[in-house]
């Protein structure tokens, strides 16, 4: 994951969105890449799109079972 330290307060890039955030990252699963592909387990997503887009994704992988 792509992060970067600003007077002590570490940033990271968002894998989805490429806005830059702070504090803990959210998994992204099931959401995949622009190419079809799962993200590394080290890539994280910011708080508006786990909301956003994980979150629905995976509820609509649970109604689908």
């Known amino acids: 994951m792509a992060s ?3 007077d002590g307060v570490r940033y ?5 969105c490429r806005d830059i955030f702070e504090g803990w ?3 992204p699963e099931p959401v ?3 190419e079809g592909n799962y ?5 994280e997503c910011c708080d508006s799109c786990n909301f956003t887009k994980v979150i629905p ?3 609509k992988r649970v109604e689908l079972k």
């Open 32 to 34: 995949k890449d622009d």
């Open 25 to 27: 990252g959210n998994n």
């Open 12 to 16: 990271f890039n968002c894998c989805l």
């Open 4 to 6: 970067t330290e600003r």
């Open 39 to 43: 993200f590394d387990d080290e890539e």
């Open 57 to 59: 994704a995976r509820l």
